[in-house]
T-cell receptor, first 115, second 117 residues
Framework: AQKITQTQPGMFVQEKEAVTLDCTYDTSDPSYGLFWYKQPSSGEMIFLIYQGSYDQQNATEGRYSLNFQKARKSANLVISASQLGDSAMYFCAMREEGNTDKLIFGTGTRLQVFP | GAGVSQTPSNKVTEKGKYVELRCDPISGHTALYWYRQSLGQGPEFLIYFQGTGAADDSGLPNDRFFAVRPEGSVSTLKIQRTERGDSAVYLC???????????????FGPGTRLTVL
């Protein structure tokens, strides 16, 4: 069963606008962590933001925020004030308690920011 | 240069050959991970080291794949009798691995692009 689902293979957004990248997950574990990574064309995975399953507040890191809806098992990434440099692949990932420290990734969303 | 480094950046080999991919983690990081990223996919977990030992090798696809980390720092991923289906980007990541904290961020290297002809 797919543990992380990213249903948007590609998204377009105009510079300075906000964009939401969708992520849903599947786990029966009560304790888990959710991550978003950015992968530019250079190939390196860049950590953006983390949300713990027990966190009461939605995570925020600068222009990135995570819209965490636990009951719906969704963890959407919101990028505000998009910049041309935000064009990249974005991956949602999950780590489950008791599942060592491995990350389970979705298939990614390619974001393109246009002027 | 305090990040994770991987060598070579690109490797082209012929079907049936043996290859070694190297990962230098961030100094002091006890946890090291290998992932494989096929074209158009997200990274898939291969193996995880805590110190010198493989704590979880459940992602290795078959016995042609093997990884070592003899001194708890540098790791080598070894692939025997390579097949065309092994072509992918192999990513290495490290973390402080203190355990218990889900926010142990994994820092990724730039990857090694393996092409098997």
């Amino acid at each position: 069963a797919q543990k992380i689902t990213q249903t948007q293979p590609g998204m377009f957004v105009q510079e300075k606008e906000a964009v939401t990248l969708d992520c849903t997950y599947d786990t029966s574990d009560p304790s888990y962590g959710l991550f978003w990574y950015k992968q530019p064309s250079s190939g390196e995975m860049i950590f953006l933001i983390y949300q713990g399953s027990y966190d009461q507040q939605n995570a925020t890191e600068g222009r990135y925020s995570l819209n965490f809806q636990k009951a719906r098992k969704s963890a959407n990434l919101v990028i505000s004030a998009s910049q041309l440099g935000d064009s990249a692949m974005y991956f949602c990932a999950m780590r489950e308690e008791g599942n060592t420290d491995k990350l389970i990734f979705g298939t990614g969303t390619r974001l393109q920011v246009f002027p | 240069g305090a990040g994770v480094s991987q060598t070579p950046s690109n490797k082209v080999t012929e079907k049936g050959k043996y290859v070694e991919l190297r990962c230098d983690p961030i100094s002091g990081h006890t946890a090291l991970y290998w992932y494989r990223q096929s074209l158009g996919q997200g990274p898939e977990f291969l193996i995880y080291f805590q110190g010198t030992g493989a704590a979880d090798d459940s992602g290795l696809p078959n016995d042609r794949f093997f990884a070592v980390r003899p001194e708890g720092s540098v790791s080598t991923l070894k692939i025997q009798r390579t097949e065309r289906g092994d072509s992918a980007v192999y990513l290495c990541a490290s973390s402080s691995g203190t355990g218990g904290g889900f926010d142990n961020e994994q820092f990724f290297g730039p990857g090694t692009r393996l092409t098997v002809l």
